[in-house]
């Protein structure tokens, strides 16, 4: 059992890779291998737009160090994806991450998209941001589901969106942490 976690965070001690952590080690106490992937600290570009995974789909034609973990997501068991909010939006990091995932999906002729991703993976979301309503960024929140998880037929089974971020860091909010573990114990089935 294979957990893969994608952190869009640049921070290594911030709000969202406290909580990733959590999560992580929530999956650790089922039995779960666990990667964390810190996607401000691999060599990675955005989508080259080249359309190379239309002709071959499931496959980016980048090559560089995300390459393989985008293959990782078609074998691992389940996956966590962690972002702070920043200007509103995702990280720039994790749009890149985001652009790249479209290689995940194949064009149906009568239009729309198939997920090459093999059904029955388990997936978590992990959002962090200062503003106080945890409905103020839906949007972005479920445009971030939507790409990564779900759109590729992932069954959530849960997800954090962590308020105040400023002013109540994760790190010492005990009901976050305790919900990203038990969270991180439903990804291993």
């Known amino acids: 059992m294979q957990i893969l976690a994608f952190n869009g965070s640049p921070r290594p001690k911030g709000n969202t890779s406290a909580i990733v952590a959590s999560m992580l080690e929530g999956a650790r106490s089922r039995g779960a ?12 570009k955005g989508c080259l737009g080249c359309l190379g995974c239309r002709k071959n789909p499931g496959f980016c034609s980048a090559k560089d160090e995300l390459s393989p973990y985008l293959e990782a997501i078609k074998t691992c068991t389940g996956m966590i994806i962690g972002c702070p909010i920043y200007m509103y939006r995702i990280s720039g990091q994790m749009k890149l991450f985001v652009d790249r995932i479209y290689s995940l999906y194949a064009n149906l002729p009568q239009g729309g998209y ?23 960024y839906t949007r ?6 939507g790409m990564t998880g ?3 037929g992932m069954d959530m089974v849960g997800k954090v969106i ?3 971020s400023a002013d109540q860091p994760a790190a010492g909010n005990r ?8 969270i991180g114990r439903k990804m291993v089935r």
């Open 140 to 145: 972005s929140i479920g445009y971030l589901a």
């Open 150 to 152: 779900t759109g590729l």
């Open 33 to 44: 291998e666990t990667s964390e992937i810190r996607l401000h600290d691999i060599n990675f």
């Open 162 to 164: 962590h308020t105040e």
């Open 175 to 182: 009901d976050v942490l305790e919900r990203a573990f038990d």
């Open 114 to 136: 198939k997920s090459m991703v093999p059904p029955g993976k388990t997936y978590a979301l992990i959002t962090s941001q200062g503003a106080p309503d945890a409905a103020q």
